[in-house]
């Protein structure tokens, strides 16, 4: 599995994966820096042997990274994720291959009109915006009724509302299209 880390500033690519004799591996891949040895805009990558022990009864972990062991704590707090690692606090970020594919591809944004389409047969309870109306990414916009459960369908996008098709209390097949979303130019 590969993991994406932004730790102190610094972006780290780690690919974990398993030894013959079930250990844990760690390939490294830096971006450019002293630090790294590679020039700058340069990778550099590195393989190392981790094992990752829980502790009972305590809130982190030792690792142990090429023969020294870590005491690492992860924690998260207004200012968002961070790791403590021997004592040392570090501001990071962590994303699995998933994630990080969902963010580039939320980030490249969409290059026409949106159709927000049901997911399923159901009953639309709500339309929450009208013709014209602005809307943030992650925006409830109407709210279809299926199998019993009220499920609220979100803005993926930021922009305007077009046109809607949806009307409250109407049923629909999974797959009709409730609204149109224009996404916003960028700058």
């Known amino acids: ?69 870590h005491d690492v704590r992860l924690g998260r707090d207004a200012r968002g994720m961070h790791v403590t690692i021997d004592g040392q606090r570090y501001e990071c970020a962590v994303e699995d291959e998933r994630e990080r594919a969902a963010h580039l591809a939320a980030a490249s944004g969409p290059k026409g009109p949106v159709v927000v389409r049901a997911p399923m047969p159901g009953i639309v309870r709500a339309v929450l915006v009208k013709a014209g109306d602005a809307v943030k990414a992650g925006q409830p916009l109407v709210i279809l009724e299926a199998m019993k459960m009220e499920n609220e369908l979100r803005a993926d996008h930021a922009g305007v509302v077009r046109e809607v098709k949806a009307v409250a209390g109407s049923p629909v097949d999974g797959g009709a299209a409730l609204l149109v979303v224009e996404p916003h130019k960028p700058a």
Do not use: N, Q, W
């Not at 020039?39 to 690792?63: C, M, N, Q, Y």
């Open 1 to 69: 599995m590969k993991y994406f880390v932004t730790l102190h500033g610094e972006s780290i690519e780690v690919e974990l994966g398993a030894t013959k004799e079930g250990r844990t591996a760690a390939r490294l891949l830096r971006s450019g820096d002293a630090a790294s040895g590679a020039p700058a805009g340069a990778a550099a990558s590195s393989d190392h042997a981790l094992e990752l022990r829980p502790i009972d009864g305590l809130d982190h972990l030792a690792i142990e990274l090429d023969g020294r062991c």
